[in-house]
């Protein structure tokens, strides 16, 4: 986890989404009155995980749903911020993989072919 500012437009997305669901939603605000015309100076934090859980994942679908079939951003856009997603999904999935293999390795449980797939995940990895 790390404590950082919004990054790519979606993580932008996601942001100012939380925002209005935390403080603006919960009093009938509309959707919008979560920025201001302070935005551009303010300074801009939030936790982000390393790893996507399946509820955040289905919040990411449906931001990315709303802003390709409302037309909110062109679709190329829409196709960055889901690339990032996979890619963040794949490296999460390469981790796991890695761990696995890991802990065989902690218990001298690992095959040779275990020890040549973790090089393999962690030069794929390495290259992000």
Known sequence: MEIRSPKTPLEWE????????VLRQPWNQLKGSERDEY????????????????RPLADLYEI?????LGSDSDFAGAKADLDGVFQKLERSD??????????????NEASP???????ELGE????G
């Open 64 to 68: 990315l749903r709303q802003r390709v």
């Open 94 to 107: 390469l981790k796991a993989a890695m761990t696995e293999i890991a802990q065989k390795m902690a218990n």
């Open 39 to 54: 935005e551009d100076e303010a300074a801009h934090f939030a936790v982000f995980q390393d790893q996507l859980s399946s």
């Open 124 to 127: 794929k990895l390495a290259k």
């Open 14 to 21: 996601l942001y100012y989404d939380l925002r209005y669901r």
């Open 113 to 119: 072919a275990d020890i040549a797939r973790y090089r």
